[in-house]
């Protein structure tokens, strides 16, 4: 497998997050984001191994949810101790989700949606670019971007 930041052939890639952005990156590269994944290759298989899951790949957390989430629970009629109780979570987590000052998992994503009966995730389009070097190698983003130290 090749690091999508430098180039490098690895058996062990990350999938990281940096700036919002998801990349496939090695161990020296990964250091710049969030790890999100573990993926490594033996044998030609692959394996892998999640530290923690977000939203899945074709969604993500729509921009101003906190305010989607507190403006939901009041057109409801509820405290943020009756949300709290209905997910079965603590007072002081939603009121941190509400001001965004957290961002929820994938599985309270799912009980605030089904119990507020809002959409807090977006669809993401992926759009892949077939350009390539002049080489014909994959062109990467230290092709692109100046990194520093």
Same mark, same amino acid.
């Given at each position: 497998?090749?690091?999508?930041?430098?180039?490098?052939?690895?058996?062990?890639?990350?999938?990281?997050?940096?700036?919002?952005?998801?990349?496939?990156?090695?161990?020296?590269?990964?250091?710049?984001?969030?790890?999100?994944?573990?993926?490594?290759?033996?044998?030609?298989?692959?394996?892998?191994?999640?530290?923690?899951?977000?939203?899945?790949?074709?969604?993500?957390?729509?921009?101003?949810?906190?305010?989607?989430?507190?403006?939901?629970?009041?057109?409801?009629?509820?405290?943020?101790?009756?949300?709290?109780?209905?997910?079965?979570? %603590?007072?002081? $987590?939603?009121? #941190? !989700?509400?001001? @965004?000052?957290?961002?929820?998992?994938? &599985?309270?994503?799912? *009980? /605030?949606?089904?119990?507020? %009966?809002?959409? $807090?995730?977006? #669809? !993401?389009?992926? @759009?892949?670019?077939?350009?390539?070097? &002049?080489?014909?190698? *994959? /062109?990467?983003?230290?092709?692109?971007?100046?990194?520093?130290?």
């Amino acid at each position: 497998m090749e690091c999508e930041i430098c180039g490098e052939k690895a058996k062990r890639i990350f999938v990281v997050e940096i700036e919002g952005v998801r990349v496939r990156a090695c161990e020296k590269c990964s250091k710049s984001g969030n790890i999100l994944t573990i993926i490594e290759e033996k044998n030609e298989e692959r394996k892998e191994k999640k530290l923690y899951r977000e939203m899945t790949d074709e969604y993500l957390l729509v921009e101003n949810y906190g305010k989607i989430i507190s403006e939901a629970r009041k057109k409801a009629g509820l405290s943020i101790r009756e949300i709290a109780e209905k997910i079965g979570e %603590k007072e002081s $987590l939603v009121k #941190k !989700i509400e001001k @965004e000052e957290i961002r929820p998992s994938e &599985e309270l994503v799912n *009980k /605030l949606e089904r119990i507020l %009966k809002v959409n $807090l995730r977006e #669809k !993401i389009k992926e @759009e892949r670019e077939s350009r390539k070097k &002049e080489t014909g190698k *994959k /062109l990467r983003i230290a092709d692109v971007v100046i990194i520093r130290d």
